[in-house]
């Protein structure tokens, strides 16, 4: 890369080629006197996305992890928030973070013509190699959206565990979309509705600014609802953390079950021992995992089913054609009053009808595919959630779910078991 | 023994997981270019006035320049000028430029150099217009490389309804009017 690293005072433009592909209505002057014609100051870039933030990137998790590990502190990890929320959120304004990259490498896939750099797969990566050792440090502290919302987490108040699941399917459904919006060229969801990038930022777009402020609010009472019921990264991070090899531990030596941590997590992420009726009587459960194996297939096939029939709704969040149902509507008179920039731009500039709804329905063509795959996507998911629902894990201990705990460190000082004893 | 084996082989199986992930992930996406700017395009550029409200950054990352080599120094400039302004000077109810970002400044009869004070442009694409209609065409905007954040995806570029805005390589940051006919360069010091 060719990075200009020292900035650069002033950088001049100056014609090379004598042949003008625009016509000039007035010939530059010849001046008489001895004028010189200023350079055309262009400043370089600023060196945004470059080695050394994936570099701090990776010092935050090492940090993060040996806070989550050796010195569990809750403390620690509340100061690497504030780090973060600064750094990545207020410095960086938010971009591009390891929640957004997910787009830029499904788009790198999805599209022919698309490249990321090292810098964004490394912000994709890193967090996920993390998760797949240590669980998900990066959402306990490192993470500027997480961080944010940790913050605002004064009084939280636990949900029901049914209530977690239901809404817990919120981030799937948004990874596939978001996913489906990459691959078809809609554009890049999960930035367009980020809440807390309007806050790092602080600008004057009213509307997403009050949806923050709401999310934060919502945040005070339920712990992270983003994280818990929205974020697509999770998603990924989750599942990377099932296979953790280290993870944290509510008691850092055998746990005595005073079951004082039972309230402790505010995320749900807490999973208490089996009770042990539960234990001593499977042969329910197994018939009930028997009956769903069998459905899932058929179920799948119903969710691909629903997917591709929602084609025409989904297709709107591609702009091209949401613009060619809009001249559609214009043409045949529905709709007469002008003001629609989209709409006013396409007239002048000489793009026929035709054409943009010819393009509007290959877009949609993408979107039949793509539905179903999004609905089969989603039924296969819920299957494997309910399947685990009837599985029996036979657990004598408090422990932290690998999947869904943060990391945060919040249970530590509820637990009375000291170090080594 | 056989606890140590079998921890030792998830060890291995993460270890492959997470070499095989990080591989997959980079052949499918890595390395395949140069980081991108967003850059829009002045070719195809309409002057709606959207770059002004919807860079994620106020003021907006979008700055008006002039490409002094393709202005005619007109006396009468337009895109300076409010229409039907009653004197050809810099007073300010003279001024079309809504923040009073553009200095005139007479060189010799009858011709003026029109520099703009890109921290108090705003992007409104204002003169960009009155220029183009009137004059040469020297007036554009540009998305300054120094303050754009360069967010994940532009949101001007999704309001923008000319399509004006693409990801263009590092190594070419600028679009200019007369193509990629022009070079860069620092100024030689003096
Ligand atoms: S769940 Fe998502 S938003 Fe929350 S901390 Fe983790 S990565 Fe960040
Ligand atoms: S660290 Fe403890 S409190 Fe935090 S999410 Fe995990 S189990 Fe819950
Ligand atoms: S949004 Fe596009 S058309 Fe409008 S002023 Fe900006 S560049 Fe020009
Ligand atoms: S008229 Fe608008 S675009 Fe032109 S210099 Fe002034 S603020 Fe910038
Ligand atoms: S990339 Fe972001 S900061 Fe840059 S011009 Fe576009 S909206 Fe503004």
């Known amino acids: 890369m060719r990075t200009p690293v020292a ?81 990545f959120g207020f410095y ?52 500027p959206l997480g961080a944010m919302q940790e913050l605002v987490a004064i009084a939280p108040i636990r949900i029901s565990p049914a209530l977690e699941r239901v809404l817990g ?3 799937y459904i948004y990874l596939g979309l978001a996913i489906l919006g990459v691959a078809t060229g809609a554009g890049f969801l999960i930035c367009r ?27 005070v009472f339920i712990a992270r609802p983003y ?39 505010p995320y749900n992420a807490i999973d208490m021992p089996t009770p042990r009726h539960l234990v001593e009587d499977p042969a329910q459960g197994k018939k009930r995992i028997r009956g769903l194996v069998f459905l899932a297939p058929v179920f799948i096939l119903l969710g691909a089913l629903g997917g591709y029939m929602m084609y025409e709704p989904l297709s709107r969040m591609h702009p091209t054609v949401s ?48 539905g179903a795959l999004l609905g089969a996507f989603l039924a296969l998911i819920i299957s494997i959630k309910l399947i685990e629902l009837s599985v029996i894990k036979k657990r004598t201990i408090f422990e932290p779910h690998k999947e869904t705990c943060f990391s945060c460190g919040r249970c530590y000082p509820y637990c009375p078991v000291e170090e080594g004893a | 023994m056989s606890e140590r084996k079998k921890i030792d082989r998830r060890d291995f199986m993460r270890f492959t997981g997470a070499a095989a992930f990080t591989g997959a992930t980079w052949m499918a996406v890595g390395e395949k270019a140069e980081a991108k700017y967003w850059q829009l395009d002045p070719a195809k550029c309409t002057q709606c006035g959207q770059c002004t409200t919807h860079c994620v950054l106020n003021p907006s990352a979008v700055k008006c320049l002039n490409q002094f ?82 967010c994940n995806e532009c949101s001007i570029a999704k309001s923008c309804p000319s399509d004006c805005f693409s990801e263009v390589p590092q190594s070419q940051p600028y679009m200019f009017l007369t193509g990629d006919t022009y070079l860069a360069h620092p100024p030689a010091l003096s």
């Open chain 1, 7 to 87: 900035p650069i005072a002033a950088a001049a433009a100056f014609l090379v080629s004598t042949a003008h592909a625009i016509e000039l209505k007035f010939a530059p002057p010849d001046f008489e006197t001895e004028y010189a014609m200023p350079y055309l100051f262009i400043p370089p870039p600023d060196g945004r996305n470059t080695w050394w933030e994936a570099l701090i990137l990776f010092g935050a998790l090492s940090l993060t992890t040996w806070l989550v590990f050796k010195a569990r502190s809750r403390r620690g990890l509340f100061g690497v928030s504030v780090f973060s929320l600064l750094f």
């Open chain 1, 92 to 143: 960086r304004q938010g971009c591009i973070c390891p929640v957004g990259s997910t787009q830029n490498v499904a788009a790198a896939i999805f599209l022919p013509d698309v490249a990321v750099s090292w810098i964004i797969v490394a912000f994709f990566v890193l967090p996920l190699l993390f998760s797949l050792f240590f669980g998900r440090v990066f959402c306990a502290s490192v993470c």
């Open chain 1, 169 to 171: 399917l919120g981030k």
């Open chain 1, 193 to 219: 509705y980020d809440p807390f990038v309007r806050l790092y930022r602080l600008n004057d777009n009213f509307g997403m600014l009050i949806a923050a402020a709401l999310i934060l609010l919502i945040g």
């Open chain 1, 227 to 265: 994280c818990r019921f929205l974020c697509p990264y999770g998603v990924l991070l989750g599942w990377m953390s099932r296979f953790s090899k280290f993870h944290l531990q509510i008691p850092p030596s055998p746990c005595v079950e005073c079951r004082l941590c039972e309230d402790s997590c």
């Open chain 1, 323 to 370: 613009l060619s149902e809009r001249i559609a509507l214009e043409d045949r008179g529905i709709i007469t009053e002008r003001g629609n920039l989209q709409a006013d731009t396409f007239r002048v500039e000489g793009k026929t009808a035709a054409q943009l709804h010819a393009e509007s329905l290959a877009i949609k063509e993408q979107f039949k595919t793509g």
């Open chain 2, 69 to 150: 080599d393709i202005c005619g120094y007109c006396d009468l400039c337009f895109g300076y000028l409010q229409p039907g302004s009653r004197d050809l000077d810099s007073g300010a109810e003279n001024q079309l430029c809504p923040t009073a970002a553009i200095e005139r400044k007479y060189i010799e009869a009858p011709y003026y150099e029109y520099k703009i004070h890109e921290d108090k442009c705003i992007g409104c694409a204002k003169c960009v217009k009155a220029c183009l209609i009137f004059g040469n065409g020297s007036f554009y905007l540009q998305i300054r490389q120094d303050i754009c954040i360069n």
